[in-house]
Structure formats: structure tokens, C-alpha cells
């Protein structure tokens, strides 16, 4: 006798469909995908900041974009201004006639130097922000520090030993300060998504205040 073959199960009827949208009971909403978490960023070092200024400024302000450096404008501010004081022959005279005196005196200057840097910072954000910038305030007004500061230091030791009038500081000068122009006009408009010509005007003002007062100013 032949084996009677297995009995076949009926195939499986597909559920019920869900019912059509209505505007009692809207559709069923697909399920979410999962949030990625997003990439951590990787601190910034005030080394990497002031020394790749000089050799990747487009990779360093797409790297510092939206962060404040703080700390890196108030070393660079301690830095500079003490050099400026030192280079004074007036400081060095006090040095030799009174110690104390010409440490208060540093010590002044150096809140000076602070509070002018600070100034610049704010005055280059606001007028950023009035050209239609959208930067915040932190990131645009200690960086600006940062590369005012860091672009004047060469030119800052050349006239510590060398006289102002000298050919060699006065190239120094406009070439320090070209530079710090240019890296200027990159940051704001990176940080505050202006056009070219907006970020050169918003900037304007103050780097040629200190050309006129800091840069060209007799250093003895």
C-alpha cells in the first residue's frame, strides 16, 4: 500500500489590514530610527591654536569654530604686553631706579593690555553683528584676540632690539599686520557666515587703530 501523503495545513491568512487614515484616527507612525550620537570634538590645545595660525588658519578656525579660547588670549595678552613693557626705556630706567615701582607700573600696563584686547574683541563682534553676522560673542572676541596677538609678536621682538625707524622693523610691521588683516576678515567670516567684503569692513577699524597706535608707534 502506498503511504498516504501528510496532510497539508492551510496556508496562514495575513492579519487584518489596518484601517484607512481618518480624521478621528490618523495613520500609524513608522518607527523612529535610532539618534546617532554625534562625533565628540576634540579639545583644542592653545599650542595647536597660536602655532597652526601660521601654517593651516583654515584648518585651525574650522577646527575652533564656535569655541572660546579664553585662556590662550589672556596668555598671549600677559606675553605681549610684557615684552612691550620691557622694550620701554622708561620702564628700564625705572627697573634701575626702583623695582617696586616699575612692577606696579608693569603690572598697570599689563591691565591695560587686557582691557584694550577686550575692547577690540567686543568692538569687532559688534560691528560684525551689525554688518548681519550671527556669531556668538565668546568665540568671535577671543579669537580675534588670539591672532591680533599672535601675528604682532614678531614684530613685537624685532622692535625690542632694533630701532622702530629701522627698515627691517617697519617691513616686519606691515607684513605682521597684512597678515593679521587677512586672518582676521577668515574669522569673522567664518564665525559670523559673512561675505568677503562684510568681513574686511567689520574688522577694518581696529586693525587700522592699531597700526596707527601700536605698530607704528616708536618702540625704545
Same mark, same amino acid.
Given at each position: 500500500?502506498?503511504?498516504?501523503?501528510?496532510?497539508?495545513?492551510?496556508?496562514?491568512? *495575513?492579519?487584518?489590514?489596518?484601517? *484607512?487614515?481618518?480624521?478621528?484616527?490618523?495613520?500609524?507612525?513608522?518607527?523612529?530610527?535610532?539618534?546617532?550620537?554625534?562625533?565628540?570634538?576634540?579639545? =583644542?590645545?592653545?599650542?595647536?591654536?597660536?602655532?597652526?595660525?601660521?601654517?593651516? *588658519?583654515?584648518?585651525?578656525?574650522?577646527?575652533?569654530?564656535?569655541? &572660546?579660547?579664553?585662556?590662550?588670549?589672556? =596668555? =598671549?595678552?600677559? %606675553?605681549?604686553?610684557? %615684552?612691550?613693557?620691557?622694550?620701554?626705556?622708561?620702564?628700564?630706567?625705572?627697573?634701575?631706579?626702583?623695582?617696586?615701582?616699575?612692577?606696579?607700573?608693569?603690572?598697570?600696563?599689563?591691565?591695560?593690555?587686557?582691557?584694550?584686547?577686550?575692547?577690540?574683541?567686543?568692538?569687532?563682534?559688534?560691528?560684525?553683528?551689525?554688518?548681519?553676522?550671527?556669531?556668538?560673542?565668546?568665540?568671535?572676541?577671543?579669537?580675534?584676540?588670539?591672532?591680533?596677538?599672535?601675528?604682532?609678536?614678531?614684530?613685537?621682538? %624685532?622692535? &625690542?632690539? =632694533?630701532?622702530? &625707524? &629701522?627698515?627691517?622693523?617697519?617691513?616686519?610691521?606691515?607684513?605682521?599686520?597684512?597678515?593679521?588683516?587677512?586672518?582676521?576678515?577668515?574669522? %569673522?567670516?567664518?564665525?559670523?557666515?559673512?561675505?568677503?567684503?562684510?568681513?574686511?569692513?567689520?574688522?577694518?577699524?581696529?586693525?587700522?587703530?592699531?597700526?596707527?597706535?601700536?605698530?607704528?608707534?616708536?618702540?625704545?
Amino acid at each position: 500500500m502506498s503511504a498516504s501523503p501528510p496532510p497539508s495545513h492551510p496556508p496562514s491568512q *495575513p492579519g487584518p489590514k489596518p484601517p *484607512p487614515p481618518t480624521l478621528v484616527q490618523p495613520p500609524p507612525r513608522e518607527p523612529a530610527p535610532a539618534r546617532r550620537e554625534p562625533a565628540r570634538r576634540r579639545r =583644542l590645545w592653545w599650542h595647536r591654536l597660536i602655532f597652526g595660525l601660521w601654517y593651516r *588658519p583654515v584648518d585651525v578656525f574650522d577646527e575652533a569654530r564656535d569655541r &572660546s579660547a579664553w585662556s590662550a588670549a589672556a =596668555l =598671549l595678552c600677559l %606675553i605681549s604686553g610684557g %615684552i612691550g613693557i620691557v622694550s620701554v626705556d622708561a620702564f628700564r630706567a625705572q627697573w634701575a631706579a626702583d623695582r617696586a615701582a616699575a612692577l606696579q607700573l608693569a603690572g598697570m600696563a599689563e591691565a591695560g593690555v587686557l582691557t584694550a584686547s577686550l575692547a577690540l574683541g567686543a568692538v569687532t563682534h559688534a560691528i560684525a553683528r551689525t554688518l548681519g553676522g550671527n556669531g556668538r560673542f565668546a568665540p568671535t572676541a577671543s579669537l580675534f584676540i588670539v591672532l591680533f596677538w599672535v601675528t604682532d609678536l614678531p614684530r613685537l621682538g %624685532i622692535a &625690542s632690539w =632694533l630701532p622702530a &625707524s &629701522s627698515t627691517f622693523v617697519q617691513a616686519a610691521t606691515w607684513t605682521t599686520w597684512g597678515f593679521g588683516y587677512f586672518l582676521a576678515a577668515l574669522l %569673522i567670516r567664518g564665525q559670523h557666515h559673512l561675505p568677503t567684503h562684510k568681513s574686511a569692513a567689520a574688522v577694518s577699524v581696529q586693525m587700522l587703530a592699531s597700526l596707527a597706535l601700536l605698530k607704528l608707534g616708536p618702540v625704545r
